[in-house]
Nanobody
């Protein structure tokens, strides 16, 4: 599967953005999809993940209640709705595919990565 993330941009604190992760190649519905982010000078960190059918979701504590992950397998796309953004959310956001749901480490069984989309939140 090939993934492409999009939807990033420059917003102000308190604004919202919706990121998209579009899949091609192997059917995206066979993969759990994770969102990760990497801020300048920091390690890549887990943001959220969703199971193959969309029934299970997991979030990092830092985004719980503000971000929502969803998917539309008919459109081969996974979304990350980000609300109440803060400058601490500034990072490059990546989506990745795994055959197993629930993996929080970027080193854990993620077989494909999108190229990343930059989110910048100004104060």
């Amino acid at each position: 599967v090939q993934l492409q993330a999009s939807g990033g941009g420059l917003v102000q604190a308190g604004d919202s953005l919706r990121l998209s992760c579009a899949g091609s190649g192997n059917f995206i519905g066979t993969y759990a999809i994770g969102w990760f982010r990497q801020a300048p000078g920091k390690a890549r960190e887990f943001v959220a993940t969703i199971s193959q059918g969309g029934g299970n979701k997991d979030y990092a504590d830092s985004v719980k209640g503000r971000f929502a992950i969803s998917r539309d397998n008919s459109k081969k796309t996974v979304y990350l709705q980000m609300n109440l953004l803060t400058p601490e959310d500034t990072a490059i956001y990546y989506c990745a595919a795994s055959s197993v749901f629930g993996k929080r480490s970027p080193l854990d069984e993620y077989v494909a990565w999108g190229q990343g989309t930059l989110v910048t939140v100004s104060s």
